[in-house]
């Protein structure tokens, strides 16, 4: 849909890419009041608010168990520890993704197995983890990228059958759900981020392992507190992974807004989809089956850089998640893979683009964003027609 109104007639607008600050002001007292109790209770390690917290969150991913780290990475590598994979292992994983992804696995001692992504849903390919797997492989690591759901019915299936766990990297997905489920109940355990950033944000890092395992759920409190069940009796070498009370106590203000943030975020990713139609922009879909908590918000274009560049000259802040796909980082150079080896990971870095996305998104900041991306691309599309017209007229026998 080309929208008539001219890029001229409007002002320039700021549009922050979050705006944490815009979020606070909703729930400022909430916040100021669960801080401050923390602080007068100098109640900091390992608090109640931890406990409660987890127990919350555990209830709204509806699971049984769930255990507070310090970072999503933490709480990849320790949910992978507490399966005992490590030295010797192969755990699959998507070539698009964060690169935490594949250093948790790393840091377990594990090796890294990337597999190409669904051209739509740029979640892991499964026909693609079925060809990965080999003798050595112990898990499988499906990402729900964005906000959006890995296909996990027939990954669940692939991994029974062959014996291996599954462990969903849920970084960015609080909330979301397939086929009715929540992401944390669908695979063995779940890894959670609440980087500020993300739905569920700290004022920090932070961490969540979910599981319905008990003995999963017990090894991981004992993993990131030293190896220790009780205090100074350590049964193996743990870690200081904790995560601190004052974020938990952050975090359980915010978990009361979730489901409504992440409506508003729907409401958002929907206005996207509208105004955007029509404008030569692959705007991203929701598979059948999954309901996208919109993290981010992915567009596609052959323009990218450019169109980049002309937003920040708008006022508007817009991301590349991610430009250098993990297995061309210098940093697993050893893993031996080549460009070319997943062609659609390494289209969609060329191309992707990461427009605004917060709950406390406006409409009219939504609309002024599409506006800016449609009137753009527009010109180009006029000024492309143009030029091959005076070519033709210049070379007419052409």
């Given at each position: 849909?080309?929208?008539?109104?001219?890029?001229?007639?409007q002002a320039k607008q700021q549009v922050p890419f979050v705006d944490l600050g815009a979020q606070y002001r909703t729930i400022a007292s909430e916040i100021n009041e669960a801080?401050?109790?923390?602080?007068?209770?100098?109640?900091?390690?390992?608090?109640?608010?931890?406990?409660?917290?987890?127990?919350?969150?555990?209830?709204?991913?509806?699971?049984?168990?769930?255990?507070?780290?310090?970072?999503?990475?933490?709480?990849?590598?320790?949910?992978?520890?507490?399966?005992?994979?490590?030295?010797?292992?192969?755990?699959?994983?998507?070539a698009n993704t964060f690169i935490a992804s594949a250093l948790a696995i790393s840091?377990?001692?594990?090796?890294?197995?990337?597999?190409?992504?669904?051209?739509?849903?740029?979640?892991?390919?499964?026909?693609?983890?079925?060809?990965?797997?080999?003798?050595?492989?112990?898990?499988?690591?499906?990402?729900?990228l964005y906000g959006h759901p890995a296909h996990m019915d027939p990954i669940r299936q692939l991994a029974e059958q062959r014996g291996?766990?599954?462990?969903?990297?849920?970084?960015?997905?609080?909330?979301?759900?397939?086929?009715?489920?929540?992401a944390g109940s669908l695979g063995h355990a779940a890894a959670f981020s609440f980087y500020p950033g993300k739905n569920l944000g700290a004022y920090g890092d932070g961490g969540m392992v979910v599981t319905?395992?008990?003995?999963?759920?017990?090894?991981?409190?004992?993993?990131?507190?030293?190896?220790?069940?009780?205090?100074?009796?350590?049964?193996?070498?743990?870690?200081n992974r904790r995560l601190d009370t004052l974020h938990a106590a952050v975090l359980r203000v915010k978990l009361k807004c979730l489901e409504k943030w992440n409506a508003a975020r729907r409401w958002?990713?929907?206005?996207?989809?509208?105004?955007?139609?029509?404008?030569?922009?692959?705007?991203?879909?929701?598979?059948?089956?999954?309901?996208?908590?919109?993290?981010?918000?992915v567009i596609r274009t052959e323009q990218r850089d450019v169109l980049r560049e002309h937003?920040?000259?708008?006022?508007?802040?817009?991301?590349?998640?991610?430009?250098?796909?993990?297995h061309l980082q210098p940093a697993y150079r050893d893993l031996g893979y080549q460009r070319g080896d997943f062609p659609v990971t390494e289209?969609?870095?060329?191309?992707?683009?990461?427009?605004?996305?917060?709950?406390?998104?406006?409409?009219e900041l939504v609309e002024y964003v599409a506006k800016s991306i449609v009137t753009f691309l527009s010109a180009n599309r006029n000024s492309q027609a143009l030029h091959e017209q005076l070519v033709r007229h210049a070379n007419p026998s052409q």
């Open positions: 849909m080309i929208m008539s109104t001219q890029m001229s007639m801080t401050a109790r923390v602080i007068q209770e100098a109640d900091f390690i390992l608090g109640r608010e931890v406990r409660l917290f987890e127990e919350e969150f555990a209830a709204f991913c509806e699971v049984q168990y769930a255990v507070g780290v310090d970072s999503g990475t933490s709480a990849l590598e320790l949910a992978l520890r507490a399966y005992d994979i490590g030295p010797g292992d192969e755990v699959i994983t998507a840091h377990a001692g594990a090796t890294p197995v990337l597999v190409d992504v669904d051209p739509l849903t740029h979640t892991i390919d499964v026909t693609g983890i079925e060809r990965a797997i080999t003798s050595r492989t112990k898990a499988i690591l499906p990402v729900h291996l766990i599954v462990i969903e990297d849920a970084c960015q997905a609080h909330g979301t759900r397939y086929k009715g489920r929540r319905n395992d008990r003995d999963i759920a017990k090894r991981l409190e004992m993993l990131r507190n030293y190896g220790q069940q009780e205090k100074y009796h350590h049964q193996f070498r743990g870690f958002n990713a929907n206005l996207y989809h509208k105004f955007l139609e029509g404008s030569g922009v692959v705007t991203p879909v929701e598979a059948g089956g999954a309901e996208s908590v919109w993290h981010l918000y937003l920040v000259n708008r006022g508007i802040s817009a991301s590349i998640h991610y430009p250098i796909p993990i289209a969609h870095a060329q191309q992707i683009l990461s427009l605004p996305m917060y709950a406390e998104l406006t409409p």
